[in-house]
């Protein structure tokens, strides 16, 4: 087995384990999300979002590690926009989960606080509230990702790695994605809504259709043996 046989069947992988961690973060914190009051049901009882919080950074992980075991490959077609999906779906995405899954677990401390009779208990609630959703933190989270895609799927288009039909539909499924994190960012979509979520299939999508055609096709061999040799 090649080494880029390999790499193509982690690279499958860690889709998959990406997007199943992100399915379980949130149904490990939906039923906070449905509490009537959501710091008292912290207070009662934190696993929901401690199980959560740590799919949420096993999933950045999983999707942080494609870049990088991408960057030897891409960088053979153009090493300025390898390296611009390293910065933007390695570095800057796995920060924004890192934050959300930070703000997660403060929900813990801050939900001790409200339990014992905090004065400001109003001021508790919508700093709670803020935190679970990080509405902000996942726009801009999506508008990085949106962009590290791009470079991805424009790379395997010209590159061929993969049949440019799947690499057009990623390209695609970018437009849609990338509006509702604009109209999320500027307040005119919520990100939870069925309009966000009939936006962000197409990616989700292709995303699953590549994890699978990288595990049991590979890369195109031809596409490989054509690129130049990489330099030291």
């Given at each position: 087995?090649?080494?880029?046989?390999?790499?193509?069947?982690?690279?499958?992988?860690?889709?998959?384990?990406?997007?199943?961690?992100?399915?379980?973060?949130?149904?490990?914190?939906?039923?906070?999300?449905?509490?009537?009051?959501?710091?008292?049901?912290?207070?009662?009882?934190?696993?929901?979002?401690?199980?959560?919080?740590?799919?949420?950074?096993?999933?950045?992980?999983?999707?942080?590690?494609?870049?990088?075991m991408?960057?030897?490959?891409?960088?053979?077609?153009?090493?300025?926009?390898?390296?611009?999906?390293v910065?933007?779906?390695?570095?800057?995405?796995?920060?924004?989960?890192?934050?959300?899954?930070?703000?997660?677990?403060?929900?813990?401390?801050?939900?001790?606080?409200?339990?014992?009779?905090?004065?400001?208990?109003?001021?508790?609630r919508?700093?709670?509230?803020?935190?679970?959703?990080?509405?902000?933190?996942?726009?801009?989270?999506?508008?990085?990702?949106?962009?590290?895609?791009?470079?991805?799927?424009?790379?395997?288009?010209?590159?061929r790695?993969v049949?440019?039909?799947?690499?057009?539909?990623?390209?695609?499924?970018?437009?849609?994605?990338?509006?509702?994190?604009?109209?999320?960012l500027?307040?005119?979509?919520?990100?939870?809504?069925?309009?966000?979520?009939?936006?962000?299939?197409?990616?989700?999508?292709?995303?699953?259709?590549?994890?699978?055609?990288?595990?049991?096709?590979?890369?195109?061999?031809?596409?490989?043996?054509?690129?130049?040799?990489?330099?030291?």
């Amino acid at each position: 087995m090649t080494a880029e046989r390999k790499t193509a069947i982690v690279v499958g992988t860690l889709y998959i384990v990406g997007t199943v961690s992100g399915v379980l973060s949130l149904l490990f914190t939906d039923p906070v999300r449905k509490a009537q009051d959501l710091l008292m049901g912290v207070a009662a009882d934190g696993t929901p979002i401690i199980l959560g919080s740590l799919v949420l950074l096993a999933m950045g992980l999983a999707l942080a590690m494609i870049p990088v075991m991408m960057f030897p490959i891409l960088k053979k077609q153009n090493e300025v926009l390898a390296l611009g999906y390293v910065v933007f779906r390695g570095a800057l995405e796995t920060i924004a989960y890192l934050a959300t899954a930070v703000g997660w677990l403060l929900l813990l401390p801050l939900s001790q606080a409200y339990r014992v009779g905090a004065p400001d208990a109003g001021s508790l609630r919508a700093i709670g509230a803020l935190l679970l959703d990080a509405k902000e933190i996942g726009s801009i989270g999506t508008i990085v990702f949106c962009l590290g895609a791009s470079m991805f799927y424009f790379l395997l288009y010209r590159s061929r790695l993969v049949p440019r039909w799947l690499s057009a539909w990623g390209l695609l499924a970018v437009i849609p994605y990338i509006a509702g994190g604009v109209l999320s960012l500027s307040h005119l979509l919520d990100p939870r809504s069925m309009i966000a979520t009939v936006l962000d299939v197409p990616m989700a999508l292709q995303e699953m259709v590549l994890a699978v055609w990288l595990i049991a096709k590979g890369f195109n061999p031809s596409a490989i043996a054509s690129m130049p040799a990489a330099r030291a």
